[in-house]
């Protein structure tokens, strides 16, 4: 109840108007997460390292599970989400005011599988891994969020049905998968850090036996606004982009000031599975390198997708991508 007040709270004050704001006073904004995951650690060092109380603004992170991170957004109450490309596109359909992506976060699928301690499949071959996932109980994430839409994908590439040779247990709150297996309420889960490392430090399961990082650029996770806002408030856009460049750039030459950041986010996972987990987003490739959400990140992603059955029909690309302000980051920077 304490954490929906607060939800509530945080999205009122973003939502709310501010005329005759203060000189000097930060600008109130907030973006939606669907969960609190280490792959988000540029945007939150962005708001600990001040570079967006630098551009002026003061950034909240609220997390709105079972897909209303995007709807938070298209309703107004928030100024941004930070997820899936494919998610967006998803509530774009009939919408005169897309939500489209102004800079890039999380530039590899940020999804694992794992399985209770004890399973795991004979080889990474089609063939195997078809043997091994028949009949088992996945807890795969809510209907069309990203983990769910890459479980299914890889479903359907060994020759399973998806709704037929598998359980699916599709929960709307991602970070339930540890308690779930732990329960046994799954023989796999699905998922990123810090859940990778709870389970395997609990003893629930081991290492992923499926990494879908592997898919190279993937626009898993972005800044995503509404047309109108890019229209209507560049000026705030080019701020918030400039921040999150930044943070970007951070993250990627300062690992010390990652860690940091992640222990302030993290505070109870332990050191050494905080030291695992940003170990594994490194190795992975995890974040973008300069913010830009390229057309191959978002054909990758979208053909996923498809393949998985989620979606069908066509996407634009102008609809759902708009560099404009990542444009003038780098141009600004390179003068």
Known sequence: MKKFLALMMALTLAAVALPGLAEGALRPLTVAEPVH??????????????????????????????????TAVVSGDAFAVIGGVDSNCLANRGSSDPVTGIVNCVNRANVYLFARTGLAPASDSDEDMAAFLRGKTIVAGRYGGSPNVLTRYLLKKVGLDPDNDVTLVENADASTVTAMLQHGQGDIGNGGEPQIMEGVTAGIWEEPFVKFPDLGDYAYSVIGVKRSTIENDAETCLKFVRAMMRALKAVQEDHDLAARVLELEFSTLSEEGRAAALKRAYEDNMWSPDGIISQTAVDTLMEVIIASG?????????????????????AQAAE
């Open 37 to 70: 995951l280490v792959a988000y650690l540029p945007l939150y060092v962005a708001i600990h390292e001040g570079y967006f109380a630098q551009e002026g603004l003061d950034v909240s992170v609220v997390q709105a599970t079972g897909g209303a991170h995007v």
């Open 310 to 330: 989620i979606y069908e029909g066509e996407y634009d690309y102008a609809e759902l991508v708009d560099m404009q302000f990542v444009s003038q980051v780098a």
